[in-house]
């Protein structure tokens, strides 16, 4: 079979084949006596507008510089002999062998497979040849009115034509050596005097810096184009969102989706397009008429990552008459938006429209939902809706330009709905998909802004003492108290983390006059912002040396001398232990913690639960050390090496809850087991500092967080807990609840 062989320089050839039998993938190239090629590329196409022949396209590299002679193309067992036609021809030489479709398919071919697939356009790799070729082939010269580069390779053309042309274009920026690529469609931005349309399009450069001897070409349909110097350049961002100033509306929405489709998520451009949404924000745009029989509006469009947008709107439609409702982001993806996957209150909406006597509606008119977006969310955040209803009545929408930190959207949309609404089903389609990104946001570059020290530290410590403080602080000082009359302390670090650094002027001076008072050496670290208990306990771990780290709630006081080198030493001689927990006990004297277990009977999903919560603190099977299911975090020790191995605490846990018992699981999968140490007992008064949490104490942040661990360790948990019996309770006549008050060591005072 006969082939026409190009050379494109460097043992780089391409052969064309006027009619080609159907290939499959992984075909291999060999030439002449069947050596293999450093490396090909074949494609076939059908060539609709050439009599549907199927036309053949072989990209490959050779390893001399000997003619090629002859051609081998295998598939399996099957080869096809290929003969060329005569000596390769320069590829510039292809604009005048070639015509027509011919001719614009090999283009097509070069650009869409052969950049990508065989590196043709990756700077250094010898673009010469396809550079003098697009110059040969680009007869027509577009009239270029104005050029904009708005920085990170991106750049914004204005050309004129005598019709409007919006089809898709392939853009190439092409040197000697190298080239970027840009796939778009251009936007009739204006109508210019003389009858011409401006039009404007975006160009996306991978390199800021241009090729040698580049020139930028359009493929557009059959035409090929070369674009010419500007007339007026644009110096900026902003000195290119001036030009545009006097564009219709609709126009600028254009141009905004148009420059998002060619900032895909991870694109250096990307704050700057998010600035781009906030300089050019449009005021939000609902449908709210009293009159008509239907209605709607986008209060909230909170991006979540890259994986999709939350959206927080209403519906006014009593007779259902809503066909289509479908969200366009800012990079021109559309996806629908499910208004039924959780309907939430909107009052106004129901007081605006029943002013008329209009039918109420069966359902809430407020409702949102997490719209999946596969083209990224990120640096999104101003959206627009179409909506159809019956009768051929469409409208449109536009959301406000989302200006919240992911912290104050993670915490508004936790307060939006009540926890009466949080069934599994809503959990897992739209909270736990809108609010683990935003999560992740909220702690990612966690740091701590300052650590005051307090005293000389510990030259090598035995145990790292870690202690979160947020909000309460009315138990430090007995805290500091019992760790004064207690000499083991000494061979600890102790270290408070504040995870609210607006506290820091009335915690430092207590801290530091506590150790006036007590003498205990100590670290404070003030937090750049509040990350919750694993965060601020992560970042006070990783300030610690020793080899053990006990992280304990500030609200947690000894109630004897001793009880860290007890548990030391129980540590060291339990062989694959992870983490232990001592006795915790309740102001009163009953039982606090006695070993975490879980249940499901509660809850749609595994909570966690206290063995002998509320007994009298001498319960029997409370004093005796076990291994347990789990152990609680106000006062849980692990060895560093194995907090290390499991990756610390998680941080996926909003505010505080559950991050214990997904440690404990951790360790499981490990073959660590939790330990409950019943010789060892502090004062716990429970859940003092994250109860003053106003988002821990205001929403459902703690069923987000049961049905998070649910969703991460369910089978893990069930496979757990059934490896432990259930606590027995008590039998009711034989109970003697003695409540015990738990005194303080007290120092004397001459």
């Known amino acids: 079979m006969p082939v026409l062989l190009f050379t494109l320089g460097a043992g780089v050839y391409l052969g064309v084949l006027a009619e080609a039998p159907s290939l499959p993938a992984g075909v291999t190239v060999a030439v002449n006596k069947k050596q293999p090629a450093l490396r090909s590329l074949v494609r076939t196409i059908v060539d609709a507008r050439g009599g549907n022949k199927r036309r053949g396209y072989l990209l490959f590299q050779t390893k001399g510089d000997a003619a090629v002679e002859r051609l081998t193309v295998s598939a399996g067992a099957a080869s096809l002999i290929l003969l060329p036609t005569g000596p390769a021809l320069p590829l510039a030489a292809a604009a005048r062998v070639l015509r027509g479709s011919d001719l614009h ?75 970027r690529l840009t796939k778009s469609r251009p936007i009739a931005v204006a109508r210019e005097r003389d009858g011409a349309t401006r039009m404007g399009v ?48 609709a126009v600028r929405l254009q141009l905004r989706e148009r420059l998002g489709a060619l900032t895909p998520p991870g694109d250096a451009f990307g704050p700057s397009f998010a600035w781009v949404q906030r300089l050019e924000a ?80 069966v359902r809430e008119p407020g409702f949102a939902c997490f719209v999946p977006l ?70 990612a570059g966690k ?114 001398p001793g009880w860290l080198a007890r548990m030391t030493a129980f540590y060291d001689a339990t062989p694959d232990i992870g983490l232990l927990g001592p006795k915790l006990l309740f102001p009163d004297g009953s039982l606090q913690h006695a070993g975490l277990y879980f249940r499901r009977d509660l809850m749609p999903w595994w909570v966690n639960a206290v063995y002998h919560k509320g007994y009298a603190a001498d319960w029997p099977a409370a004093q005796v050390s ?46 660590w087991s939790s330990w409950y140490q019943a010789d060892v007992a502090l004062m716990h008064v429970e859940r003092a500092s994250i109860e003053g949490h106003e988002i821990y104490a205001k929403t459902p942040c703690d069923a987000v967080n049961g049905w998070q661990q649910t969703h991460r360790w369910g089978d893990a948990i069930a496979a757990v807990q059934d490896s432990f019996d259930r606590p027995a309770k008590p039998a009711r006549a034989k109970r003697k609840a003695r409540p015990k008050t738990v005194d303080l060591p007290r120092r004397e005072v001459a």
């Open 626 to 671: 076990r291994a347990v299911p789990g152990v609680t975090g106000a006062c849980m020790m692990i060895a560093r090496d194995k907090y290390e191995a499991v990756g610390g605490i998680a941080e996926n846990y909003i505010v505080g809850d559950f991050e214990d018992s997904d440690l404990a699981l951790r360790c499981h999968a490990q073959g």
């Open 105 to 179: 398919n090999l283009i097509a071919f070069l650009l869409r497979d052969g950049g990508p697939g065989f590196g043709l356009l990756v700077r250094g790799s010898g673009c010469a040849a396809l550079r003098d070729l697009l110059q040969a082939v680009a007869t027509v010269r577009l009239p270029v009115g104005y050029h904009a580069d708005l920085g990170q390779g991106k750049h914004y053309v204005e050309y004129s034509l005598e019709m409007p042309d919006e089809r898709p274009l392939t853009a190439v920026s092409i040197g000697a050596n190298g080239a």
């Open 202 to 249: 975006f160009l996306n450069a991978a390199e800021t810096a241009p090729a040698k001897d580049e020139i930028v070409v359009v493929q557009q349909g059959d035409q090929v184009s070369l674009i010419g110097s500007p007339i007026l350049r644009g110096t900026s961002l902003r000195a290119f969102l001036r030009h545009c100033g006097d564009y219709t509306p």
């Open 447 to 560: 740091r701590v802004e300052r650590v005051e020290s307090y005293g000389v530290q510990p030259a090598k410590p035995a145990v790292s003492v870690v202690v979160p403080l947020y909000g309460r602080y009315e138990f430090i000082r007995a805290q500091m108290l019992a760790f004064a009359f207690d000499t083991a302390m000494a061979a600890a670090e102790l270290i408070y983390v504040l995870d609210k650094p607006e506290d820091a002027p009335k915690v430092e001076p207590l801290i530091k006059g506590l150790h006036l008072t007590f003498g205990v050496p100590c670290r404070l670290a003030i937090n750049a912002e509040n990350y919750g208990y694993a965060g601020a306990s992560n970042l006070g771990a990783a300030l610690g040396t020793a080899k053990k780290i006990l992280f304990l709630n500030s609200d947690v006081v000894p109630t004897e």
């Open 282 to 361: 449009r005021p939000a745009q609902t449908s709210a008429v009293q009159r008509a029989p239907f209605g709607g509006g986008i209060d909230l469009a909170i991006p979540c990552g890259n994986d999709g947008v939350f959206v927080n709107g209403w519906l006014w439609d009593p007779a259902d008459s809503l066909r289509r409702f479908e969200l366009i982001s800012p990079r021109g993806e559309r996806a629908p938006v499910d208004t039924d996957a959780l309907r939430v209150k909107a009052d106004k909406v129901a007081k605006h429209f029943q002013v008329n006597g209009l039918p109420s509606l």
């Open 374 to 443: 596969k083209k990224g969310a990120a640096d999104c955040l101003q959206f627009r809706a179409e909506l159809d209803f019956h009768g051929g009545v469409s409208t449109d929408l536009l959301s406000p330009v989302n200006q919240l930190s992911p912290r104050q959207a993670r915490d508004v949309i936790l307060r939006l709905v009540p926890r009466a609404a949080l069934t599994p089903a809503v959990l897992e389609n739209v909270f736990y998909p809108t609010l683990a990104p935003l999560q992740q946001a909220c702690l």
